[in-house]
């Protein structure tokens, strides 16, 4: 969608839900899929929401989203579920795994996920291993 056509159309509606949330103490996590980047600034950072999802690795640098938003969103996932998740050992997940949260999770505000349902042709091996990576390394 144009984004100057989201920002008449639904701009205005997201503002008085999230508002709504914010009056009932609900974070809001605004899912949209897709290269954001261009209006992060100008719509995502207007909305007022509490964190994103999900930061996707083909389409998104979640290192650079995190370095210039990361002080003022949460930011949720970034782990492909078209790589190691899917096409690697269950090692090379944890690697992947284990880089995300090294360097997403200092200041806080990362949620490790996957970025994109995890379908039934992931080996369990795999998602086993990301889960696992997760608790061990992952608690704030």
Do not use: Q
């Not at 996590?29 to 980047?37: A, K, Q, V």
């Not at 949720?76 to 050992?89: M, Q, R, V, Y």
Request: hydrophobic share 40%; with cysteine; aromatic share 10%.
């Amino acid at each position: 969608m144009n984004p100057a056509h989201f920002k008449k159309m639904w701009l205005p509606r997201y503002k008085k839900m999230i508002k709504m949330a914010r009056e009932a103490d609900v974070p809001v996590l605004f899912h949209s899929c897709g290269n954001l980047t261009e209006i992060f600034d100008d719509i995502i950072m207007e909305m007022g929401i509490d964190g994103i999802n999900p930061i996707e690795p083909y389409s998104m640098d979640i290192f650079n989203v995190k370095k210039k938003y990361g002080d003022r969103i949460a930011i949720s996932g970034n782990i492909d579920i078209a790589g190691p998740l899917a096409f690697g050992t269950p090692e090379e997940v944890r690697k992947d795994v284990r880089m995300h949260l090294e360097k997403l999770m200092p200041g806080g505000r990362y949620i490790c996920s996957t970025n994109h349902s995890v379908m039934d042709d992931i080996p369990f091996e795999n998602y086993k291993a990301m889960i696992e990576t997760i608790m061990e390394f992952g608690v704030y």
